[in-house]
């Protein structure tokens, strides 16, 4: 009887992710799998931007966004002069901040939910590779992957304002 019962929990909890207590009345509850996700982006449309509280970045959503192509030079300087919702103190964001935005869980685009105005393909971060210094670090928003690219060659151009590095 054991035996059977521990085989019939086995089958259930494996399967089903269902759990089943020994000792008290039968019944099956169901677990919850899924982990929980702190949402922190707030959208604000009247300004075009996204802000994430978690990481205290405030993102650049506006049509440029989906559509300047830029090599990496003139994406450091558009970022540099950007006078955009208020504020002037814009940059091109590093790897780092610009993996926090990816949803891996997503696909084409692999960008978290909240932002409107996003190409699938490449956006540039002002990081360079320290083991190339032709190329430089550039997340591909379709599928979220980082890569590399020639400084010369274009990508799309989305910039940050904020102070990243006090979370970390």
Known sequence: MIKKLLQITLIA??????EIEIGKSPSIEKK??????KISLERDDAKDLVIDKGTGLMWQDDIEAKTIRKNRKDAIQYCRNLVFAGFDDWYLPRLKELKTIVDEGRFNPAIRVGFKNIQSDHYWSSSPNLSDTINVLNIDFKSGKTYNNSRAGKCYVRCVRGNYDRLI
């Open 13 to 18: 909890t494996t399967l089903f992710s269902y």
């Open 32 to 37: 919850d799998l899924q982990p929980k996700v």
